[in-house]
Nanobody
Framework: QVQLVESGGGSVQAGGSLRLSCVAS????????LGWFRQAPGLQREGVAG????????YYTDSVKGRFTISQDNAKKTLYLQMESLEPEDTAMYYC???????????????????????WGQGTQVTVSS
C-alpha cells in the first residue's frame, strides 16, 4: 500500500523560504509521476510542480516559476519542494501526489488534473504573511 507523508510546512513572512518533503512508502522500483498540489480555502486544488522519475522532466505552474524547485531522491523515496521568495498568495495546504508511470509521464499534462494521480498525502499547511 502506497503512503505519502508530507512535512515542512509552517508560517513565514513574505520573502521567506520553506522546503517541503514528502516521504513515500510502498512504492515499487518502477517509475512514477510525482507532483505537488495546493489548495487555498474556497479555491480548487491546483498543480504547482511535477516531476517524472524516469527522466527528471519537470513542470511548474507559471506563478511559481523561478521561485519553487521540485526534486526527488530515489534512494530516500522522498519528494521535495524548495520554495523561495514566498508570497501571501502561496498560502495554502500543500499536497504531494504520486502515480505509477513505468513507461512515460508528461508532468505538464499530468499536473492539469488531480485525477491523474492515484496516491495522495494528507497535506502540510503553508502560511505566508505580508
Amino acid at each position: 500500500q502506497v503512503q505519502l507523508v508530507e512535512s515542512g510546512g509552517g508560517s513565514v513572512q513574505a520573502g521567506g523560504s520553506l522546503r517541503l518533503s514528502c516521504v513515500a512508502s510502498g512504492l515499487t522500483s518502477s517509475n512514477y509521476c510525482l507532483g505537488w498540489f495546493r489548495q487555498a480555502p474556497g479555491l480548487q486544488r491546483e498543480g504547482v510542480a511535477g516531476i517524472y522519475t524516469g527522466d527528471n522532466n519537470t513542470y511548474y505552474t507559471d506563478s511559481v516559476k523561478g521561485r519553487f524547485t521540485i526534486s526527488q531522491d530515489n534512494a530516500k523515496k522522498t519528494l521535495y519542494l524548495q520554495m523561495e521568495s514566498l508570497e501571501p498568495e502561496d498560502t495554502a495546504m500543500y499536497y504531494c501526489a504520486a502515480e505509477l508511470a513505468p513507461d512515460e509521464c508528461d508532468p505538464s499534462a499530468a499536473m492539469q488534473a488531480i485525477g491523474s494521480f492515484s496516491y495522495w498525502g494528507q497535506g502540510t499547511q503553508v502560511t505566508v504573511s505580508s
